[in-house]
């Protein structure tokens, strides 16, 4: 089964049409690899609730993360929507991979973007977070901040040349495997960004989360208790961790609503697959109108968000403003994902609520997506807060 489609294909060619066919043989390569390596295990991963780090090890070696990088930082200096295009084909695959990796790549950006050379040159080039040597996550959210990031709590004083942290973070992507933590507290400037190193005296996991969905991703609480770190872990300037949060979870968005198309694809290709197999009153049920009107919606639905995430990854690769586009094609992809993997399951009656066919997992994955990152009714409001600021 070809992950990589002929939709991306043309949106690729319409972007980048002179460096097409250089891009080009880098998805059906990556596709290849994903096909290979990544899909076969995605069933389990998820049933199973294994952390896919084989398949993730794979795709850093194919240079996944690095790709959209500058070289100056190990990175491959390709355009970002040509990262989005193989981030898509990974959560086709398996979304507790794409959604891990996802995590880590923001971390990546966010200390390409606030960090000191210091920092970038320890962690982005000797300890090798863009090859997948070391594992990051990032950490804000807290039992009692999730979409009010403004009420965090952990804290952190600066005492001689070190700062010591106290808090809990809690729904933290990679918790118990991530090598280093980008976590927010409080100082008494303001909220501020540092990097914690996970082996950090003072710094432990708490409880595992489970999930409905992505159940391959480890999900738990980073406990702090006098946590000391240097005073250079220090990411930017005391104070503006919020305006760097926001830089990095429109980065974020940004690869949710790719994930999300991605993960309606697959729903949606089974569904059209099993309704050409499937006969009921003597004919297959893709002839019927009300499949037929199901495949319509779905496929517009699907094409309208991938236009729409692609379009605002080529504004973040001109450097223009895209943060009402990120969230539009975040909120957009996310729930137009979650009524694709609905109707797939209708339409496999039955069998779509059954393992059999692995296509719950979809619905699953998908409805994390109107989550992370921004929940849906987040940026709603954001999104008409900068429409209203606009006029």
């Given at each position: 089964?070809?992950?990589y489609?002929?939709?991306q ?7 980048y049409p002179n460096d097409?066919?250089?891009?080009d ?5 990556l596709?290849k ?13 998820d049933?199973?609730?294994?952390f ?12 996944l993360v ?19 295009a193989?981030?898509e084909l990974?959560?086709?695959a ?7 990796l996802a995590?880590?790549?923001t971390v990546?950006?966010?200390l390409?973007l606030?960090?000191?050379e210091e ?11 863009l090859?997948g ?6 950490a ?12 965090i709590?952990?804290k952190?004083?600066?005492e001689?040349?070190e700062?010591v942290?106290?808090?809990t ?22 909220p501020?960004a540092f990097l914690?190193?996970?082996d950090?005296?003072?710094?432990s996991?708490g409880?595992?989360i489970?999930?409905v969905g992505v159940?391959?991703?480890?999900t ?6 006098d946590?000391?770190?240097p005073?250079s872990n ?8 919020f ?8 980065r974020g968005?940004l690869?949710?609503g790719?994930?999300?198309v ?11 697959r099993y ?10 049920i ?10 319509a ?9 991938r236009?729409?995430?692609y379009?605002a990854?080529?504004?973040?690769e001109?450097g ?9 094609a975040?909120l ?15 339409v496999?009656?039955?069998y ?8 719950h997992?979809?619905?699953r994955d998908?409805?994390?997506m109107t989550i ?11 999104i008409?807060h ?6």
């Open positions: 089964m070809a992950l489609t002929e939709d294909k043309r949106i690729l060619k319409t972007l097409f066919e250089d891009y043989i880098i998805l059906r390569t596709d690899v994903i096909e290979k390596e990544v899909l076969p295990r995605a069933e389990e991963v049933g199973e609730k294994i896919p780090k084989e398949g993730m090890d794979t795709l850093f070696e194919e240079g690095s790709m959209s990088f500058p070289p100056e930082y190990g990175g491959l200096g390709l355009p970002y929507p040509v990262y989005i193989c981030m990974v959560s086709k398996c979304a507790s991979t794409s959604i891990s995590i880590h790549s990546c950006e966010g390409r606030f960090a000191s920092l970038k040159k320890t962690w982005l080039l000797e300890k090798g977070l090859e040597r070391s594992l990051a996550a990032f804000l959210t807290e039992p009692g901040c999730g979409s009010d990031a403004g009420a709590r952990t952190a004083r600066l001689g040349d700062y942290i106290d808090g973070k809690t729904f933290i992507t990679n918790a118990g495997v991530a090598d280093v933590y980008f976590v927010f507290a409080l100082t008494d400037n303001g501020t914690v190193e996970a950090r005296p003072g710094l996991i409880k595992d489970p999930k159940k391959g991703t480890k738990g609480e980073v406990i702090f208790e946590c000391r770190i005073s220090l990411v930017g300037t005391e104070g503006k961790g305006k760097h949060a926001k830089e990095m979870l429109n968005r690869t949710i790719v994930l999300s991605g993960i309606a694809q697959a729903a949606l290709e089974k569904a059209l309704s050409k197999e499937r006969k009921a009153f003597g004919t297959p893709s002839s019927f109108q009300l499949t037929q009107e199901k495949f919606n779905m496929v517009t639905e699907i094409n309208a968000a236009l729409l995430t379009y990854a080529s504004l973040k001109q223009v403003p895209f943060a009402s586009e990120a969230a539009q975040k957009f992809a996310s729930e137009a994902s979650v009524r694709a993997c609905d109707n797939t399951i209708q496999l009656g039955g779509g609520y059954a393992d059999e066919y692995d296509v997992r979809h619905w998908a409805k994390l992370g990152e921004g929940s849906s009714e987040i940026l709603r409001l954001l008409a900068m429409a209203l600021k606009a006029v």
